[in-house]
């Protein structure tokens, strides 16, 4: 009875051996998702497209072996150490793949990567400050200034290089009152691959009145020292000023005018060719007198 027990025991025993030997001769095919790392990266390299997150690999193996490869951290290296600025094609080398040859691969998804490489550069470039908005129709911009005037940019080197400055626009509006000035702090107009240091600048817009010139007629005035009598060669002159177009629409403006003839402080009788002071009125300016001087003859009464 004891020798059956021993012999069943072994039976038994051999009948497990060969379960395990069939099962793990048997060989069958699966799809194993392996995710691809890259590998010596030259520095500020960039890959914008083209680059997948994982390879689909097909593989044939012992039942066994391939039942267990979910549970491995298997990776794909792609080394990019000698790839160059632009497109071009990489194959996927299935010896690479981190498997024994006791798996035969039968196909690798996809078998080669499209790649467009670029690479991560600085440069400075310049700013050009604009205004956008409503404006009364009596005022212009006449200044726009940006401060810093330069940026440091950063992103990839074939966009960088179509980049020689970028534009900042202050956006208000000032139909009715218009300032002198306006500051705002204005982010850069630049593609969105593409960052900026500061990115944001300050922006400042100087506005005035819109302005034309007219030639205005005036009468001469004198005031003579005590003593003394003059004849002048007219009594009137003409003026050329500037001044906002909104002062113009009305002769008001003529109230807050005058033309002097200028006599020094120690007068003397004789005929002299005598310059004459001109008031006007706030915002405008003298642009040209006629005539420069006014012909005087001077006599003590």
């Not at 550069?121 to 911009?141: C, F, N, Q, R, V």
Request: proline share 7%.
């Amino acid at each position: 009875m004891t020798k059956n027990w021993q012999t069943m025991l072994l039976a038994l025993a051999m009948a497990i051996f060969t379960w395990f030997l069939v099962t793990g001769r048997e060989v069958v095919e699966t799809w194993v998702d392996m995710p691809v790392v890259m590998t010596n990266p030259p520095e500020g390299m960039i890959i914008e497209d083209g680059l997948v997150d994982k390879l689909q690999v097909r593989l044939r193996g012992p039942k066994g072996l391939v039942g267990n490869l979910a549970n491995q951290n298997l990776t794909y290296p792609l080394d990019v150490s000698h790839l160059k600025i632009g497109k071009q094609v990489v194959d996927i080398d299935s010896s690479k793949l981190p498997l024994t040859s006791t798996y035969e691969i039968i196909e690798v998804k996809p078998n080669r990567l499209k790649l467009t490489v670029d690479r991560r550069i600085t440069k400075m470039i310049s700013l050009e400050a604009a205004w956008a908005g409503k404006l009364h129709p009596d005022y212009k911009l006449q200044e726009v200034v940006v401060s810093p005037d330069l940026v440091e940019i950063r992103g990839p080197e074939t966009m960088l290089r179509k980049i020689g400055k970028a534009k900042v626009v202050m956006h208000e509006d000032f139909p009715d009152e218009v300032p002198r000035n306006w500051v705002e702090d204005v982010g850069l107009e630049l593609p969105e691959e593409v960052e900026a240091s500061p990115s944001q600048v300050r922006v400042e817009g100087f506005f005035g009145p819109k302005t034309r010139e007219i030639w205005v007629k005036l009468p001469l005035d004198m005031e003579l020292p005590d003593g003394f009598r003059a004849k002048v060669g007219q009594d009137y002159v003409r003026l050329l000023i500037e001044g906002p177009i909104s002062l113009f629409r009305n002769n008001e403006y003529r109230k807050a005018m005058s033309a002097a003839v200028v006599f020094g402080p120690e007068t003397v009788a004789g005929s002299f060719d005598l310059d004459y002071d001109v008031v006007l009125p706030d915002g405008c300016r003298l642009v040209k007198k006629n005539p420069e001087t006014i012909k005087t003859t001077i006599k003590k009464k």
